[in-house]
């Protein structure tokens, strides 16, 4: 009677077990529709708030030099005066020129500052000989400000971009470097022990356990670096330039016309913001994993 039961019993456990497998399935499926729509609203009412964060404070811009009588309009121009003088710039195609020269030299210094930094980083983690030799020499430059070697840069480079790239390149080098070095180091114990048991060389730790176990601090310190290159570009091209953001501000300031100075700091902010919110979107779609990024 059991052997005859038995196959009775898987035959009417099938079905139930189908129509099982065909809930979950819906219920996963519901879950990522209301996760996908929860998620759309809000980037929605994120943008939403920027949007409204963005306009109050035009607003206020606007406003104050009509209300305070003791503002100087002409050093403190309002957003219709800036934007006055910044639509004949972006027509003439001037804007556009000085954007796309800022950004090459900035792009490139970043990407030779990833490159060295994320080398260095693992590099003196991973081998204690060369972080004890080079220990007082990295962090003895990190504490130099970039801008102090502005003139040095110029003497040994030129005023050519190939100063400029160096400069943002130096600038950005160190938090990649640290980032790199302290995520490489703090990798835990055990991961590299059950790499280990699992038979991984060290190329294969190196790949598969090391460096995903330090993406949050190389992806921190990348962010960091977007920023200082930035920052270190206009120190660069203030140095002297024919082109670029920061000399567009520097003839503002020349010919005392302090609404193209503002519109170079309007550009300056907007790239940083732009390149930032591109840098979380490639790391969401590359990383989905990791989503502490916002």
Known sequence: MSEVAAPMTDAKAGPAADHMIDHMAKVAAAFRLAYRSQRRRQMVLRLAFNLIGVLCFLA??????????????????????????????????????????????????????TVLGIAAGVMTARLRVLQHLTEPLLHGFRAIPVIALVPVSVLWFGIGETAKIVLVATGAFFPIWIAT??????????????????????IATMFWVILPAALPFILAGLRQAMAI???????????GATAGVAYMMSMGHQLFR????????????????????????LTQRLFPWYTTVS
């Open 60 to 113: 206020a811009w606007e406003a104050i030099p009509q209300v305070v009588p003791w503002i100087n309009k002409v050093l403190f121009p309002p957003p219709s005066k800036v934007v006055g003088t910044l639509w004949p710039m972006i027509l003439s195609g001037e804007i556009a020129h000085n954007v796309i020269v800022s950004l090459g030299r900035a792009g490139a210094g970043f990407l030779i500052a």
């Open 181 to 202: 070095f302290i995520g490489v180091r703090d990798v835990h114990i055990v991961y590299l022990r059950s790499a280990a048991c699992l038979g991984a060389g060290r």
């Open 258 to 281: 302090v609404d193209v100075m503002f519109i170079g700091l309007l550009l300056l902010g907007t790239l940083g913001f732009v390149f930032d919110r591109l840098f979380v979107l």
């Open 229 to 239: 290159s930035l920052i270190v570009l206009v120190a660069a091209e203030l140095s």
